[in-house]
């Protein structure tokens, strides 16, 4: 099996949420086309000392999106993700993907309650995706992330009304 192509991307825009955490907006070329599921994942590819290095990043965004969502918490000793956190807009990122199975279809089942969806860990950004491709199914879904005793800061709210 070969390996997925690898793509070279703009940042179209950046959103900081607070001191370590960026959602960052991937724009692919006019000829490039980019397919992927929910729950997959991307390797995006730096310069780091000169030598290339690269991470894997979930993609936060809804496969029906034109452009792709990476959500990234910065550690301060990472090789990649400070990079990432300073990055600007018309910057140009390699990422290579889709990888991964895709989020499980769980969300039909549970009807048009509202539902809380609470996420330990680096991964948020899979939830954020699975629920946002699903929002015909919710009231209102908000999603909060925690890590190492800072306070809730929130990750995204999204309302049904939002379109897909």
């Known amino acids: ?9 703009k ?6 949420f607070n001191e370590n955490t960026i959602l960052i907006e991937l724009q692919f070329e006019e000829d490039k086309h980019f397919e992927f599921k929910a729950g997959q994942f ?26 792709i969502e990476l959500l990234i918490r910065k550690y301060d000793k990472g090789k990649i993700s400070p990079i ?9 990122l390699k990422i290579r993907g889709p990888f991964g199975r895709n989020f499980p279809r769980l969300v039909p089942l549970l009807g048009s309650r509202n539902i809380p969806a609470v996420h330990a860990g680096n991964d948020a950004g899979i ?6 491709r699903r929002l015909l199914f919710f009231n209102r879904v908000s999603i909060y992330g925690r890590h ?16 897909l």
């Open 84 to 92: 990432l956190y300073n990055i600007e807009p018309n910057e140009s």
């Open 127 to 132: 939830l954020r995706n699975g629920l946002r």
């Open 1 to 9: 099996m070969s390996l997925p192509q690898i793509y070279e991307t």
């Open 11 to 16: 940042i179209v825009q950046t959103k900081r």
């Open 42 to 67: 991307v390797l995006v590819y730096s310069s780091v000392q000169n030598k290339e290095e690269k991470r894997a990043f979930s993609i936060a965004s809804s496969p029906s999106q034109k452009t």
């Open 148 to 163: 190492e005793g800072q306070n809730n800061c929130p990750i995204t709210t999204v309302h049904n009304e939002l379109p």
